[in-house]
Structure formats: structure tokens, C-alpha cells
């Protein structure tokens, strides 16, 4: 099969579109037929600097596409079946192995590229919310890093869950611009602005009821400096690639807290399996929207890595193989 591979770490420049030997099929898994390949961040920090499990190595954790093998141990799929995929890697290629508990079934009809963008991000959006975020009908989030794949999917579904005012944060207001249709009400350009100030100002001096922080870093003291009393930080990723050094002493003062969020840490329960499904279920009835920004093919995986890395994405970038 074709596959992007790298043989060390480094920049997008170490992709490389390769045959490779076709992937086995666990008796609890399944073979799918890629059609579709959703890059997350994770995949991109895992090329920078993860461990190489194979090699060569095929990073990726999100693909969709139709099953063409079952494993004699699983009885809830069928070859034939279109679904969506979560692992660890293995995601940049044309075939894909994976544990059936890893696969959601997509509704008849549904987008097979949408599909794919779903477990990670609304996933990881929700439970950052709700499950550690504690979120309220009628409470402030603040979403840092609103373009991105999770934070697309987190205003929608704030905004769904009746937020009383949602803000976000973005490199750029062409950006920013782009987010209000989802359910943004105001947005904050980084570059330009004290994230924590303009909260402030936006709020009465309030500040934040829950904060998604997606990017980590410096920007997490900042998440901290714009929390309520009592806020929230769901931290749930390190984008900057750069230490995560806060005052924790800014914590106590109004009682507020950073819970660390991984939803790969649950991904086999089955709370965080049937909520995944649940997601997928609501964006094929149209009640929430994935937005693609690109779609490369995987032959150039380079490319599509680079783009990322650019911050230049609303929502998801996508392949094709």
C-alpha cells in the first residue's frame, strides 16, 4: 500500500510517499479501505518529536473509510460498513488496521471526509466542556486557539449547550471573522490584544466560567489570568511546543483550577465511545458542522503538515490517498 512515512523526527520535510507491507488484521480488529485522513495537532507534534513505533513510521491517529476485513472476534461490524477510526497511528495511509472498539459506524449518506474530522476533535471539545469543564447553561468560555479543529467544534457546541457569552481566540480577525456563523460572539486576535485583559473587559471584569486551552505553553497563564472565580482551564494540548510554566499561587486566590484533559485516556470506555458515536450521529442530522479549510492528497503530506503548521486553518485539513 502507499503511505506517508518519516524515518526520523523533524520538520514536514521528512514525509515521504512510500510503498509499504499492507497492514494484518487483529482478530479484534479490522482492515479499512482509507478514504479519508483528518490531521490533527497531535499528529503533527507526534512527527516533530514522538516516538517512532514502526519504521518507517505512519503517524496519524483519524481515518474513515470502508471496512474490507473483520477480525473472527468481532460481531458488531461488517465488511462493507463505511466508518471512522481513532489510533494511536497508522492513520497517513491507503489501508489501515485497527481495534473494532476504535471504530464508529457513519449514518448512511454522511460525508466519509466529515466523518473522519469527528472522534478527536468534538471529542476532545466535549469533554473538555463538559465532563472536566463542568460548563452551565448560561456561563462565560473562553476557547483558545478557535480555529482549530477542537476549537471549531467547541463553540458549536457551547453554543449548543447555551453558553451565556463564548469568546475565542485566533491569530488574525479574517479568521476570527469566519467563527461568529458558528456561534461566536466576540473574537480576540492574540496578536494584537492581552487575551486576559480583553476578557476582562468583555465580561464586567467577570472573566471566564470555563476555558479550553489547546495550546499550552505561555498561553496557559494567560488562560489562567482570564478565569472567573471558580473558573475552569480544560488544558488539552501544548501546540507552542514550549514549557508549561504558570504561578500556580494565581489559582487559589479565587478558588479556580486546570484539569488536564486526554481523551485517548478513556478512548475504550464506554462513556467516551458511545458520546463519540453521539457526535457523529448529531453532525450527519446536520446539528453540527465540521469544517474542512483544505483537502490535500496524501501523496503530499508535506504540503498538507506545512499548511498546518502555518496557522493559517480554520477547522480541520483533510487528505486523500
Known amino acids: 500500500m502507499k503511505a506517508a512515512v518519516y524515518y526520523e523526527n523533524g520538520g514536514p520535510e521528512v514525509l515521504k510517499y512510500e510503498d509499504v507491507p499492507d497492514p494484518q488484521c487483529h482478530p479484534k480488529g479490522v482492515i479499512i479501505a482509507v478514504e479519508a485522513i483528518a490531521i490533527e495537532g497531535g499528529d503533527v507534534l507526534s512527527r516533530f518529536g514522538g516516538q517512532l513505533v514502526t519504521k518507517p513510521h505512519v503517524v496519524g491517529y483519524q481515518a474513515a473509510g470502508t471496512i474490507i476485513e473483520v477480525g473472527p472476534e468481532v460481531e458488531h461490524l461488517k465488511v462493507g460498513q463505511k466508518v471512522a477510526t481513532l489510533m494511536n ?39 473538555c466542556l463538559f465532563e472536566f469543564g463542568r460548563l452551565k447553561k448560561g456561563e462565560t468560555v473562553l476557547i483558545q486557539a478557535g480555529a482549530s ?19 475565542a481566540t485566533a491569530s488574525s480577525d479574517e479568521r476570527l471573522e469566519k467563527l461568529k456563523r458558528l456561534g461566536l460572539d466576540h473574537g480576540i486576535n492574540y496578536t494584537r490584544s492581552d487575551v486576559a485583559k480583553e476578557v476582562r473587559r468583555l465580561t464586567d471584569n467577570k472573566g471566564a466560567d470555563v476555558v479550553v486551552d489547546s495550546v499550552g505553553g505561555s ?16 488544558l488539552v494540548g501544548n501546540a507552542g511546543r514550549e514549557p508549561m510554566v504558570v504561578d500556580v499561587g494565581s489559582l487559589m486566590g479565587g478558588n479556580r483550577s486546570v484539569s488536564g484533559v486526554f481523551l485517548g485516556a478513556e478512548i475504550g470506555t464506554d462513556r467516551v465511545h458511545d458520546n463519540v458515536q453521539r457526535l457523529i450521529n448529531d453532525a ?12 490535500f ?10 499548511y498546518i503548521e502555518s496557522r493559517a486553518a480554520v477547522g480541520r ?4 490517498p
Open 219 to 234: 498561553t496557559l497563564q494567560g488562560s489562567i489570568n482570564s478565569l472567573a472565580y471558580r473558573g475552569r482551564v480544560s
Open 317 to 320: 485539513v483533510v487528505m486523500v
Open 284 to 295: 450527519a442530522k446536520g446539528e453540527l458542522e465540521v469544517v474542512i479549510d483544505r483537502v
Open 149 to 167: 479543529g477542537v476549537g471549531v467544534a467547541a463553540i458549536q457546541l457551547a453554543k449548543r449547550a447555551g453558553a451565556g457569552l463564548i469568546l
Open 297 to 306: 492528497p496524501l501523496s503530499e503530506a508535506a504540503a498538507a503538515h506545512a
Open 89 to 127: 497511528y497508522g492513520s497517513h495511509a491507503a489501508l489501515r488496521a485497527v481495534a473494532a472498539r476504535n471504530c464508529w459506524v457513519i449514518p448512511d449518506g454522511y460525508d466519509v471526509k466529515m466523518a473522519a474530522a469527528i472522534p478527536v476533535t468534538f471529542g476532545t471539545a466535549d469533554d
